[in-house]
Every structure is written in structure tokens, then in C-alpha cells.
């Protein structure tokens, strides 16, 4: 087959041939732990499921056809993957990451890795000096996040990347909130990508599934030695299901983006709303880092209603009837969730609410419903 060229050509047919056995035109879901030798270590390229698996193979070019990278690799979850990436490190090394950052990954490096001699600094990445203070020579790994979660702050990759050209620092971007549709870091020179396709690539939530893509081939094999040694790997059924989900998330995202679009809107012009957070406004602080790093703003936004405490935000969110309260984003499903109780419950107090996520703080993932139901869900839920 032709390589694809288009993003949108990419997400359907890479990393995808027929089946060689039937033609099937979808990668079949080989459920398999084992495969079978003719002679001792003569076999088709596969042994054992951990290692590799047929359905995990094409998922994983997929991967990396999407982020315009060499080299996929998929994990038991996003964590997993991150996880992966911590263990390229070694007790005295240390990294430097966000201060606005998805609540598991802080709970990781500090209750994990932490514990285990890696040292993290949280500084808020939209000021590179703050970021320079931080930086010596046990510096390894510059972890980024953008837009971040969930203040929407939007991070110049770039900069980082220049920043570390001639140290031995590795950039690694987690690139979930955007999706390979809105970003693609690797394209501007970071080391590792890294997706929880639990949300966007997968995209029906439906699933747990982690992703790294990087470029080089030492690092590609350190980490797909990390894949096999520490074993965190997805079942065939849950890649056949991410590489579906794939398959439509150029259209989903056009539609999230959309959606999100109006809904921004809707609210910054509601009389009961103090504040919304969204990379796509003239007013935010990264807009044009935004609009020269993304291809569109985005489906996630936060905002504050005007003198909302707890227990205004709890009457609130109860009142929702088409967005969803649940953790999580990036479903085709509307979700609404209170950062400051859920996702972000393990930072504390005083550290999220210097970051802005007061208990007032509302998160959405906007999803690809008739936008008119879900602002007619919100007009009745803050009005
Ligand atoms: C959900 C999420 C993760 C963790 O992924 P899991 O698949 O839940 O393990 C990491 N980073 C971000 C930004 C996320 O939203």
C-alpha cells in the first residue's frame, strides 16, 4: 500500500494491511498468551504476548504513523506509560514538570518515584526562567503538559526544545488533552509522546490504554524493553478498540472543537460566569502560542461561576442532565467534573488553589452532541 500522507489517511490505514491468513480487512484480535514454533526459536516473529501481539503490532504503527513518529508503543494505561518512561531514569536524576499537572501523574512522581531518589520540580512551564532556575547537570527530563489540566494553559513546546539542545535533557510531552489531530510534538523536536488513549484516541470511553512514540532508535529500544521487563501491557481486544476509535478521531475532533467553540462562547457572555478558561479566546494569556502550536483550541475548558463555594458548585453540577459527572474526557459523550474533589483531589489544597483549582472550578469535556442540547444542559444547570 501507498504510505499515507494526510493525517486523516493516517488514522484509517496506518500501521494496517489485510490480514495475511484471510484478507480481513481489519486487524484481527489475536487472543492469543502463546504462539506456536516449528523448531525450537523458528517462528513467525512472535512468542509471547507481553513481548508482542499481532492486534498490539498494528495499533502500535498506527501510533506512530499518527504522531508522524518511528516507533509505537502501547501500555496497559496512560500511568503505565508513564511509568515507562520514569524508569529510564536512575535514583539522583532529576526532572523538571508542571505545577498544573493530571493528578495521577503528580501522584506517581512524587509518591513513586519520588521515594525511589528521583527528585521533580513542579514550576509553571509558562515561564521558561522559572524553568531555568531548576535546571543543573542532574537534570534528565523536562515532562510537559499542554494545553494543561485544567487551567488550560498552553506550554511552548518549542522553546523547551531549543532550551535543551545541547544539554543531556530529554523532552517528553503528554499529549493527551490535544490529541496527534492538534499537535504533533515530535514534529517539533521532542524526544517522547506520550497519550492516555483512555480519552481522545480511543475516544468512546470504553477503554484504559497508554502510549509512547518516540523517534530514536536506543530510546525506542530501552523503552520496548521496559514494555516487556515491567509487563504493563493491553490485551488485543483493548488495541482492535483504540485502533477503531482511531479511525474516526480526525471527524471527532473537528466536532469537539466545534462544540467547544460555541460552548466557550455561550458561557464568557453568561451573566453568572466570573471566568472561562480556554486556550481559543484573544484574551488567554498562550493564545498566540496556541494558535501557532495547535490546529484548533481544543474540546476542554473550565470555568468559575460568579461567588461560587462548594456548595453552590455541588447544587450545580447536580443539575446537569446531558453532561455527564464522571472523571475522565475526551468520550464522544458530554463529561462535567469538579477538579478540585475529583481529578485533583491527591494535590494539596493550598497547591491547587495557588494554581486556580478553587473549589468553585468546573471542568468540561465537550463532546460531539447537538451543541444546541448541551448549551440548553448548561443554561438551565448555572442559569
Ligand atoms: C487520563 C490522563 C492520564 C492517565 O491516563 P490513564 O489512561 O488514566 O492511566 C495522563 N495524563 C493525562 C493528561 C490524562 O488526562
Not at 211 to 237: C, R, W, Y
Request: glycine letters at 8%; one cysteine or more; a negative charge.
Amino acid at each position: 500500500m501507498k504510505k499515507p500522507i494526510q493525517f486523516n489517511t493516517k488514522t484509517i490505514h496506518g500501521g494496517q494491511e489485510p490480514d495475511a491468513s484471510y484478507g480481513a480487512v481489519m486487524p484481527p484480535i489475536y487472543q492469543t498468551s502463546t504462539y506456536a514454533q516449528a523448531a525450537p526459536g523458528d517462528h513467525k516473529g512472535y512468542e509471547y504476548s507481553r513481548t508482542h501481539n499481532p492486534t498490539r503490532t498494528a495499533l502500535e504503527k498506527n501510533l506512530a504513523s499518527i504522531e508522524n513518529g518511528r516507533y509505537g508503543l502501547a501500555f496497559a494505561s496512560g500511568l503505565a506509560a508513564i511509568d515507562a518512561v520514569m524508569k529510564l531514569l536512575q535514583p539522583g536524576d532529576e526532572v523538571v514538570s508542571s505545577n498544573d499537572l493530571y493528578g495521577g501523574s503528580y501522584r506517581l512522581f512524587v509518591k513513586i518515584f519520588e521515594t525511589m531518589g528521583i527528585r521533580f520540580h513542579f514550576v509553571d512551564l509558562t515561564q521558561p526562567e522559572a524553568v531555568f532556575q531548576k535546571i543543573n547537570e542532574k537534570t534528565k527530563l523536562i515532562w510537559i503538559e499542554t494545553p494543561t489540566n485544567p487551567m488550560m494553559r498552553v506550554v511552548d513546546i518549542a522553546s523547551y526544545v531549543r532550551l535543551a539542545k545541547d544539554l543531556d535533557i530529554m523532552i517528553a510531552v503528554d499529549n493527551t488533552f490535544a490529541s496527534p489531530y492538534l499537535q504533533q510534538p515530535l514534529d517539533l523536536g521532542v524526544d517522547i509522546v506520550m497519550h492516555s488513549a483512555t480519552k481522545y484516541l480511543a475516544g468512546h470511553s470504553d477503554l484504559i490504554l497508554g502510549t509512547l512514540v518516540v523517534n530514536d532508535d536506543t530510546l525506542h529500544e530501552k523503552l520496548a524493553f521496559i514494555q516487556n521487563a515491567s509487563g504493563a501491557v493491553p490485551g488485543p481486544m483493548d488495541c482492535f478498540l483504540t485502533l477503531r476509535g482511531i479511525k474516526t478521531l480526525a471527524v471527532r475532533m473537528q466536532r469537539h472543537c466545534e462544540n467547544a467553540t460555541k460552548i466557550a462562547k455561550f458561557l464568557a457572555e453568561h451573566s453568572t460566569i466570573e471566568k472561562v478558561y480556554w486556550p481559543g479566546f484573544d484574551s488567554h494569556p498562550q493564545h498566540d502560542i496556541a494558535k501557532a502550536q495547535m490546529r484548533d483550541y481544543g474540546a476542554m475548558l473550565s470555568f468559575v461561576s460568579k461567588g461560587a463555594d462548594f456548595e453552590k458548585t455541588t447544587r450545580i453540577l447536580k443539575k446537569f442532565t446531558l453532561f455527564t459527572l464522571a472523571e475522565s474526557l475526551g468520550g464522544v459523550e458530554s463529561l462535567v467534573g469538579h477538579p478540585a474533589s475529583m481529578t485533583h483531589a491527591s494535590i494539596p489544597k493550598a497547591m491547587r488553589e495557588e494554581q486556580g483549582v478553587v473549589d468553585g472550578l468546573i471542568r468540561l469535556s465537550v463532546g460531539i452532541e447537538a451543541v444546541s442540547d448541551l448549551i440548553q444542559d448548561l443554561e438551565q444547570a448555572i442559569g
